[in-house]
């Protein structure tokens, strides 16, 4: 087997070392009457065999950029420089574990510090983590932590809340003994989210731009949850919005948290991906994941270790702030050298072609018949009601070779209202010659 | 107050220092390198992009009026400065990484290359089902292969990491508790046992107990027994456990945990000793976790990602959080939401957004499958060789808390070999950085003295363990000879000596902020 | 004043009907550099065994108890911005709280330092 390296020789040698005289000696502890004879699996195959047996599943799957596509929802398929993957794929980066010895992982801990950095001035925040699994755990977690410094146990959660984040925090929450307020799906968005904050409220989550595209005005709802004692938690899930929109951090939240996919990850449908999370100083204490803070060394040179590590489970156990041990750090990697290479210019010249592209396709989209856009403002991304059935004719337009966006109906099942809505979204990737061919299908599947 | 002894030095102390005397402060292949917003500029960009044609925005008044505060790059400026920091980590594939419970074993480059196919790193989650059926089929195909190994009856393959599989376990637990209406709220956990079991149980609201450890580290069936009571809702139990030893009485706690009406959660961290040796549902698990990135090599990633699948035995399959794949005579469906759940399935909810991590799925099956199930058993079988040809070579120069005996996949020592040298495990550990190692897991488990838990891997060669061994045995009998100095400077030779720990924790600079001179040029 | 000590490391200095809490030289030595701290309320009422602080090195963070019940009168904030002083004066500057005794019988169980002294031996 070419991963191991023993040979047959090497085996007997050693059990001799050891002092048994075979390997079943040393599993002695396992009790006899359970020990595996075989296991019902194939034997072990070549890279010849593997790359084929994988490489047919890979080809019954349909890539994003072999099609016009428009599928979003969370997660948005984006261009990534080739020399992010290459970089990665650096052996020091790609097989190093957590830097638990800081002497011998500098090159980790810098790019956490990198990373932590982008991510508060980005979202306008004073402190990040060093990531999280992805946007939903992300927010889970900003829940938690937002009973945690409030004292309090009840989050309402806005209609414009990504429906898998809503059941992930409602998951959280009722196995904790806490209580979600989560409002009716709002592809308005229109919602009346103050009436909802009261003195009870540990925080209110909102999502901008919402899952159905809309960009919320946070200011307000900050104001109103700040005068009853909560936390603004504001949530993302296309985090190159934030080139082109005002950040939480400036309109008044306290915790902001999202997903980081779009920059430097892949689809790969639906993970792994990378959670940001970011809060205001006060709050570092309260704040879940790993952190990465400079120091010096012994000869006085700036170096960076693991910080304020006493919050974390392997310290706190039962008393931590989470029981988060991993972290998205590779992912964390891709998303910083994708925003270095981008920079301010960069990042601010790919949304505006986003949101220039995501305009030109709602306009068109528009002049189907019966199609009308629920959104004043949005930025890549949108919601269509559909004269039927959305998810007959996202199915109509993926025979026709054109993938369009998500029915609200796979993510909201069992609400005939939402029946018709049609989540799309339109990043740098689609040409004119896409956006052309999308609104000409609908034509024909409309008619 | 509670005495916790992990209490060890966290700043350098007194060492001398031996500067660079370099103009750069480099050392030859070890290149200084400052932090991107030392070095990067506001109008540099290394991504080469058209501005759009004018058109009308639709931001509303939300349009961004602050600054982002992001330099840029070129692109050889970033695969310089990227390449430079790369080269300061110690890695897998330069050296041996015997970080005990952690399993640093080769990471196959073949699962990066399935990884990377467009087939599966180029779909969306939310791509209509009939364009991702290959996707839906890995996922069953992968939950097939980690049923068999575990003789488990069902699987969640969405939790993220190893700690989110423990979450969804427990809260299966949970929910399997409240469906028959029972009043149970504490979890029994082993001294020993990492600290996310004890997290894990507290998040959602039940009440942990600690089990006391037997002298050699293992968990007294008698102990166990003397706790159960109609409160009990699980055992969280790592087997083989946290010495390196398996459970002997595994069989009979779960037995006694069962008749008492409880759970057991096994925290599968250290399942790649026993792959294809026993099967975790034959011992009488409940559920039990995965760690992909461990047991079945998927990259460490510098911290991640993980993926963590949880099986479940028939008494809690049916709490399966969403999404799962039902395997049905037409081949794997699969189920996104409760519209679409069929009778008998009662999912207590959903962990994650979308599916799970598919890229650490493709990765975790290439390697199964270029393994085989003979392959995968002798991993298993090579690991715990490995980890006694270890302990063998050291047992008459270091000490074993648990005595001398036969370990599993990992070799646990304490300091009492250190007693009188003036020197700590973690002196130890950062002289092993001198010697181009990367030290083992050190001060964990808690319930040893200056623990040092060694797990060398089936991807260690005969020759590197012999080095290996070589090595540690040579430092042990220089600090027994009084070269202190040696381990209380050390690390002398890595990118940077030892770092300054209590400073970071008691200022703490969590990101860069522009120096005072910068912000006054700037007004 | 008189000084008493639990077998939990921490120190009792009793000032009338108020209690001086801190830890001990023993146990900042152990816990190593101190990075952070955290205090109770003013005005909470504490029974005998409950958390009264928790103490934070780099590596370990450790529950201080009350020693005795007593409702806490002050705190030592300075600690917040100089927790060193836990290791540098555990048993003078790094004080913790000081409570208002509300069961003054209580002290009769506590250990004088001579005693916590050879405790401290056995360890």
């Keep these: 087997m070419r991963y191991l390296p023993l040979s047959g020789t090497d085996r007997s040698a050693m059990l001799a070392r050891i002092g048994v005289p075979s390997i079943d000696d040393l599993f002695a502890d396992i009790p006899k009457r359970l020990r595996v004879k075989g296991l019902d699996l194939p034997r072990a195959a070549g890279e010849m065999s593997v790359e ?54 500098q090159g980790t801990l810098q790019v956490l510090f990198e990373f932590q950095t982008q991510v508060a001035n980005l ?8 990531s999280m699994y992805d946007g939903s755990t992300a927010t889970a977690e900003a829940v938690l932590m937002a009973h945690r410094v409030t004292k309090r146990k009840k989050a309402v959660l806005a209609g414009g809340l990504h429906p898998h984040y809503r059941a992930v925090v ?14 009716a799906p709002d592809p308005a968005g229109t919602e009346d989210i103050l009436a909802a904050i009261d003195g009870e409220t540990s925080c209110v989550v909102v999502q901008s731009p919402s899952f159905y595209g809309h960009l919320i005005d946070l200011a307000p709802i900050a104001e109103k949850a700040h005068a009853n004692g909560a936390l603004l938690v504001a949530v993302f899930t296309e985090v190159m919005s934030l080139g082109l929109i005002e950040p939480p951090g400036a309109q008044g939240a306290d915790i902001v948290v999202g997903e980081g996919q779009s920059i430097g990850n892949p689809l790969t449908f639906g993970g792994p991906y990378v959670g940001l999370f970011a809060t205001r100083q006060k709050f570092v204490r309260q704040m879940p994941g790993r952190l990465c803070g400079e120091t010096v060394d012994a000869e006085g040179r700036r170096g960076f270790v693991l910080t304020l590590s006493t919050r974390e489970q392997h310290i706190r156990r039962d008393k931590a702030t989470s029981n988060i041990c991993t972290n998205s750090g590779l992912c964390a990697l891709a998303f910083t050298i994708h925003m270095t290479l981008l920079g301010e210019k960069g990042l601010g010249r790919l949304a505006r072609i986003n949101h220039a592209n995501a305009v030109e396709l709602a306009e068109m989209l528009v002049e189907a018949p019966g199609v009308t856009l629920l959104n004043d403002s949005f930025f890549n991304e949108f919601t269509l009601r559909l004269p039927k059935d959305a998810a007959g004719v996202v199915e109509a337009l993926a025979a026709r070779g054109i993938l369009a966006g998500v029915p609200v109906s796979r993510l909201e099942p069992g609400r005939p209202d939402l029946g018709n809505l049609l989540v799309v979204a339109s990043t740098e990737v689609n040409t004119v010659e896409d956006r052309t061919a999308f609104a000409a299908a609908l034509q024909e599947v409309l008619a | 107050m509670t005495m916790n002894t992990q209490g060890r030095p966290t700043a350098p102390g007194e060492a001398a220092v031996t500067a660079t005397d370099t103009f750069t402060g480099n050392r030859a292949l070890q290149i200084e390198e400052a932090l991107l917003f030392e070095i990067g500029r506001y109008d540099v960009t290394g ?12 931001l509303g008044k939300l349009a961004r009026k602050t600054p982002i505060d992001l330099p840029g790059l070129s692109e050889p400026e970033a695969v310089r400065h990227y390449v430079r920091l790369s080269q300061k980590n110690y890695s897998i594939d330069s050296g041996l990484y015997p970080l005990g419970s952690c399993t640093m074993k080769h990471n196959p480059r073949l699962n990066e290359k399935m990884a990377r196919l467009p087939g599966f790193a180029d779909v969306h989650p939310l791509q209509p089902l009939s364009t991702v059926a290959g996707a839906v089929d890995l996922m069953a195909e992968l939950g097939r292969w980690l049923l068999e190994m575990t003789g488990m009856t069902s699987v969640a393959l969405s939790p ?14 949970k929910a399997a508790i409240e469906a028959k209406g029972e009043p149970r709220n504490i979890v029994l956990v082993p001294e020993s046992a990492h600290g996310t079991n004890p997290a894990t149980a507290a998040l959602i609201g039940f009440k942990v107990v600690t089990v006391p450890a037997r002298a050699d580290g293992t968990v007294d069936p008698e102990a166990v027994k003397a706790l159960l009571s109609p409160q009990v809702a699980a055992i969280m139990l790592t087997n083989p456990n946290t010495c390196g030893l398996f459970e002997r009485d595994v069989v009979e706690i779960a037995a006694a945990v069962h008749e008492a009406g409880a759970y057991f959660y096994c925290d599968g961290a250290n399942f790649n000793a026993i792959v294809g040796k026993a099967k975790v549902g034959e011992l009488g698990v409940d559920a039990m976790h995965i760690n992909l990135h461990k047991t079945f090599s998927t990259p460490h990633g510098g911290g991640g990602p993980g993926a963590g699948p949880v099986v479940f035995s028939e008494r809690l399959a049916a709490f399966a959080p969403l999404p ?14 409760e519209v679409a759940l069929e009778g008998g399935e009662t999912p207590f909810g959903r962990m994650v957004a979308f599916h799970g991590q598919m890229g650490m799925f493709v990765r975790a099956l290439s390697y199964m499958l270029s393994h085989g199930g003979d392959g995968l058993r002798q991993a298993s079988e090579d690991a715990v060789l490995n980890a006694n040809y270890v302990r063998v070579g050291l047992r008459d120069l270091m000490s074993q808390p648990s005595g001398d005996r036969t370990c599993m996949h990992e070799v646990l020592f304490d300091d009492h070999f250190l007693d009188g040298t003036g020197i700590t495990t973690l002196d130890f550990a950062k002289a092993m950085i001198d010697e181009g ?30 080095l290996f061994v070589a090595t540690l045995r040579d430092l042990v009998l220089k600090a027994k000879a009084g070269d202190t100095a040696r381990f209380l400077e050390a690390p002398r030779f890595a990118p940077r000596r030892r770092l300054d720990e209590t400073r970071a924790a008691r200022q703490p600079k969590l990101k860069w902020e522009k120096p005072e001179p910068w912000s006054e040029a700037a007004e | 004043m008189t000084t008493y000590f639990t077998k939990d490391h921490e120190w009792i200095r009793i000032d009338g009907d108020v209690a001086t809490v801190g830890i001990t030289d023993y146990a900042q030595s152990q816990l190593g550099d101190v990075v952070y701290v955290e205090l109770p309320e003013i005005g909470k ?26 409702t806490v009168e002050a705190v030592n904030v300075a600690l917040t911005d100089e927790p060193g002083k836990i290791n540098e004066s555990p048993e003078a500057e790094g004080w913790f709280v000081k409570l208002k005794l509300t069961a003054s019988d209580e002290l009769a169980e506590l250990l004088d330092e001579e005693a916590y002294k050879a405790f401290v031996e056995t360890l």
């Design chain 2, 160 to 173: 993220k990491a190893g700690a989110h599989g423990e979450l969804c376990g427990m809260m299966a637990i």
């Design chain 2, 437 to 466: 190692y990367h030290p083992m897991t050190m001060y964990f488990p808690l319930v040893v003295h200056g623990a040092m838990l060694i797990e060398p891997t089936e991807s260690e060669s005969k020759a590197s363990l012999d």
């Design chain 1, 52 to 105: 084929r047996t994988l490489g047919r599943l890979a080809a019954k799957n349909v890539p994003a950029s072999t099609v016009p596509f428009f599928v979003g929802a969370g997660a948005y398929k984006h261009h990534v420089p080739a020399s992010v993957d290459h970089l990665i794929q650096r052996s020091e980066f790609l097989t190093s574990y957590t830097p638990y010895q800081p002497e011998i992982t």
């Design chain 2, 47 to 58: 991504v080469d992009l058209d501005e759009p044609e004018t058109f009308t925005p639709r």
């Design chain 1, 123 to 130: 979202t306008g925040m004073e402190v990040a983590n060093a």
């Design chain 2, 324 to 337: 799962f794949v039902r395997v049905t005579a037409d081949g794997p469906v699969l189920v996104e939401n």
């Design chain 3, 45 to 70: 009422a504490l029974a005998k065994g409950d958390e009264a602080a928790v103490v934070e090195s780099v590596k370990a963070a450790s529950e201080v108890f009350a020693p005795v019940s007593g």
């Design chain 1, 170 to 183: 409602e998951t959280t929450s009722a196995m904790a003994g806490d209580s979600v307020v989560a409002l």
